[in-house]
């Protein structure tokens, strides 16, 4: 069974990078037609798709986020990594990584298959 994780600090400073690393087992990420994306909850809100890194390598970002927002992999650890941009207060919220056969930004809930169980951001000086 896939299980994906999250792991990263769970407080940045404004202005700083969030980094944040999802480690996959149980299946490759380069498995064929799956895409895994970031997505994130800020308190309070619902869902909001951040990206998503295709098996294939190539990437797909939020038009609200793109310009603050980079996902890549190393696909010797099984891992994808989030990195966000001068973050600000209204970046704090849940962070999780999840795996599906779509990379669209309109995807459902329902149609991802395997999520983390999130992790706590909260940016704050």
């Known amino acids: 069974q896939v299980q994906l994780q999250e792991s990263g600090p769970g407080l940045v400073k404004p202005s700083q990078t969030l980094s944040l690393t999802c480690t996959v087992s149980?299946?490759?990420?380069?498995?064929?037609?799956?895409?895994w994306s970031w997505i994130r909850q800020p308190p309070g809100k619902g869902l909001e798709w951040m990206g998503a890194i295709a098996y294939s390598g190539s990437t797909n970002y939020s038009p609200s986020l793109k310009s603050r927002t980079s996902i890549s992999r190393d696909t010797s650890k099984n891992q994808f990594t989030l990195q966000l941009n001068s973050v600000t207060p209204e970046d704090t919220a849940v962070y999780y990584c999840?795996?599906?056969?779509?990379?669209?930004?309109?995807?459902?809930?329902?149609?991802?298959?395997?999520w983390g169980q999130g992790t706590q951001v909260t940016v704050s000086s």
């Open positions: 149980g299946g490759s990420i380069t498995a064929n037609n799956y895409y």
């Open positions: 999840a795996r599906a056969r779509t990379g669209s930004p309109f995807a459902q809930y329902s149609d991802y298959e395997n």
